[in-house]
């Protein structure tokens, strides 16, 4: 069987044309890998999301699927959470979308994320895997958190789906906040 290769990016429409860059780099270094792509935006009608999703129509290894997220955009407004870029909430999605999927794992990439080579399955035991984030030590200090906390970047993850729905991770996250 041929590999399989998951991509989940979030992003508002106005952002989705840089995301397009990201896309081009997974796809160029990983040509020999069927690669599906799931983008969670403002809609998949618009001009962005047709132009991505038509440019690479005759590639026979890439697919694209359009997530709708915005539908928890009301929860979101009524817990009190933030709005980012063009007035979205497109940043939270990705808590959101791991429940939409019908996939085993999927990375989870921002829309500056470059790849520089082949993307390989980590194989791990964890639902998430998260690089630590380098500069914690310094951020906890300043903003006077304990070093024992530990900060990871989110804007690589790798997330086996079935874990995070078996955990309930998204109900366990809003506990959280």
């Known amino acids: ?12 429409d106005a952002y989705l044309s840089l995301t397009s860059i990201s896309i081009a780099s997974v796809i160029e ?16 009608n ?3 999301f047709r132009r991505i ?3 690479y129509r005759d590639n026979g290894h890439v697919e694209f699927r359009y997530l709708d997220c915005m539908k928890y955009d009301p929860l979101l407004r009524e817990k009190g959470f933030d709005r980012w870029g063009s007035n979205s909430f497109y940043v ?13 794992r ?7 994320v470059l790849c520089l080579r082949k993307i390989d399955d980590p194989s791990i035991e964890k639902t998430v895997g998260a690089v630590l984030d ?4 310094d951020f906890n200090r300043l903003a006077h958190i304990d070093e024992s906390y530990y900060l990871f970047n989110t ?6 789906v079935r874990k995070w729905k078996e955990n309930e991770c998204l109900n366990r996250s809003e506990e959280r906040r």
């Open 106 to 112: 999927i990375w989870y990439l921002d829309s500056d």
């Open 134 to 137: 380098s500069a914690h030590a």
């Open 155 to 160: 804007g690589s993850l790798y997330v086996d």
């Open 46 to 48: 618009s001009d962005n």
């Open 92 to 104: 939270y999605w990705k808590l959101f979308a791991y429940d939409l999927l019908d996939v085993d």
């Open 29 to 44: 270094n990983n040509p020999d890998i069927e690669i599906c792509f799931y983008l969670a935006t403002e809609s998949e």
């Open 1 to 12: 069987m041929k590999e399989k290769l998951n991509i989940l990016y979030t992003c508002d």
């Open 53 to 55: 999703s038509d440019f």
